[in-house]
């Protein structure tokens, strides 16, 4: 198996590494391990670089902790890694990752083409929305395009252009980053799901990032209506202004194979 696993991770967390090394070790996974950033040691000057508030209000219902831009962060350094790599692709994990279904065949297989996944994410770690269509089927799995990605960047495959494109982007940081993954609209990086979730959280470790949400919602019930109703309804024109149509999606050509249709998922 050649695709190797990136896992985002505090130095300090050695128990969470630990963890990490002996899943990737029951699948003989290749890994290295990207120093991610406390939001607590994120100086103040770099968060005032990194993270536009006036954007913020514009874009999200409330305001980011600390720890969700010192997140992004640690993603987009991997991207930029992966961007600057010899690399095809690149299997990203949170520290927090666990498989739920055995991966080898899926990445034993991807790895015989792995030009084709150059400008695409893949996101493991859960099932895709309604609106559904299967793109192509490889090994026990379906590469699913949806107009609703999951939450979350727990595990993901991502792409050597794809992280080259999302870098060049270079804008603030506004939202958390699985909530601006779901904007395609704005980065316009095919993003597909796996059919069945293929990685989850571990349920024994506590998140840095949800024990910090809490204290950054907005201060009355009243202003956390309104920006949540502002947001909900900005999300929802993009996406209904902007289906998904997989035969024009550019970056899919590769995947898009001329005797298998696209069709939809159950």
């Not at 080259?164 to 316009?188: G, M, N, S």
Request: charged letters at 25%.
């Amino acid at each position: 198996m050649s695709i190797k696993a990136v896992i985002l991770s505090l130095p300090k967390d050695v128990e969470r590494r630990r963890s990490c090394e002996l899943e990737l070790d029951r699948f003989n996974l290749a890994h290295e391990f990207s120093d991610a950033i406390s939001g607590d040691q994120l100086e103040e000057l770099h968060l005032l670089q990194s993270y536009d508030a006036g954007v913020n209000r514009r874009k999200f219902k409330r305001p980011l902790s600390r720890n969700e831009v010192a997140c992004t962060l640690g993603h987009r350094q991997i991207w930029q890694k992966i961007a600057n790599s010899e690399d095809h692709m690149c299997l990203v994990l949170e520290d927090d990752a666990t498989f739920v279904q055995n991966p080898t065949s899926f990445l034993d297989a991807i790895s015989h083409c792995p030009e084709c996944f150059e400008e695409v994410m893949v996101k493991l770690d859960g099932p895709p929305g309604k609106n559904a269509q299967i793109v192509r089927s490889i090994a026990d799995q379906s590469l699913v395009l949806s107009d609703r990605l999951p939450p979350r960047t727990t595990g993901y495959i991502i792409g050597r252009r794809a992280a080259a494109r999302l870098i060049a982007l270079d804008a603030p940081i506004a939202r958390p980053i699985d909530i601006d993954l779901k904007f395609y609209w704005e980065h316009k990086v095919p993003i597909l799901t796996l059919q069945q979730q293929m990685i989850a959280e571990r349920a024994a470790v506590d998140s840095n990032i949800e024990s910090t949400r809490q204290e950054t919602k907005p201060g009355s019930s009243f202003s956390r209506f309104v920006r949540n109703t502002l947001y909900q309804a900005s999300y929802t024109y993009g996406r209904l202004s902007h289906p998904l149509d997989p035969h024009t999606i550019e970056g899919l050509g590769p995947l898009m194979q001329t005797e298998s249709r696209v069709r939809t998922c159950i």
